[in-house]
């Protein structure tokens, strides 16, 4: 669903769920998903209030926990930088020490990670010359893009490297 905040789409998306769990076989759930941890607890909430017994059909979380279920229901082991903030912080500071000149704080290189990398899925080089950038607020130029690539692929190489996801 598209539009903007306050039109109404987490309420319709709930009453759809609500619908779907009415007329859902015995044994079979309504996947109801969103990008935050809070929001699935506030929606699950929320629905606690609209449903009766189709509750128990209606599974809401947030779309990392239930990928990392899905790995894990599979033998994947999965580590999280969330699970282990340590390592997060020592694979930022590794990565931002690739900035010798300090061009960036690591709050910069954090944002920039989840806010143009992780929130468009952006894997390399090309693609982040290429991404949008929009209200984050610093100009970059095709250089400056390139100077702060080496940065985030250095943390990238360390996540992996550690067997972690971010």
Same mark, same amino acid.
């Given at each position: 669903?598209?539009?903007? =905040?306050? %039109?109404?789409?987490?309420?319709?998306?709930?009453?759809?769920?609500?619908? +779907?769990?009415? $007329?859902?076989?015995?044994?079979?759930?309504?996947?109801?998903? %969103?990008? %935050?941890? *809070?929001? /699935?607890?506030?929606?699950?909430?929320?629905?606690? $209030?609209?449903?009766?017994?189709?509750?128990?059909?209606?599974?809401?979380? *947030?779309?990392? !926990?239930?990928?990392?279920?899905?790995?894990?229901?599979?033998?994947?082991?999965?580590?999280?930088?969330?699970?282990?903030?340590?390592? =997060?912080?020592? @694979?930022?500071?590794?990565?931002? !020490? +690739?900035?010798?000149?300090?061009?960036?704080?690591? $709050?910069?290189?954090?944002?920039?990670?989840?806010?143009?990398?992780? /929130?468009? @899925?952006?894997?390399?080089?090309?693609?982040?010359?290429?991404?949008?950038?929009?209200?984050?607020? %610093?100009?970059? $130029?095709?250089?400056?893009?390139?100077?702060?690539?080496?940065? +985030?692929?250095?943390?990238?190489?360390?996540?992996?490297?550690?067997? +972690?996801?971010?």
């Amino acid at each position: 669903m598209l539009g903007g =905040a306050g %039109t109404g789409k987490t309420v319709v998306a709930m009453h759809r769920a609500r619908h +779907l769990a009415k $007329s859902c076989p015995v044994g079979k759930k309504v996947l109801f998903t %969103t990008y %935050t941890t *809070n929001l /699935a607890a506030d929606i699950q909430g929320l629905l606690g $209030s609209l449903c009766g017994q189709e509750l128990e059909q209606i599974e809401v979380t *947030n779309l990392h !926990a239930w990928a990392r279920g899905v790995l894990q229901a599979r033998g994947i082991k999965v580590r999280t930088t969330q699970e282990q903030p340590d390592k =997060a912080k020592e @694979g930022w500071d590794d990565a931002c !020490a +690739l900035d010798a000149n300090n061009r960036f704080v690591q $709050s910069f290189y954090e944002a920039e990670w989840a806010e143009v990398v992780q /929130a468009q @899925g952006i894997l390399d080089k090309a693609a982040y010359l290429r991404a949008r950038r929009a209200g984050r607020g %610093t100009r970059l $130029s095709r250089e400056q893009r390139g100077q702060v690539w080496e940065v +985030l692929e250095g943390y990238r190489r360390f996540l992996q490297k550690n067997g +972690l996801m971010d």
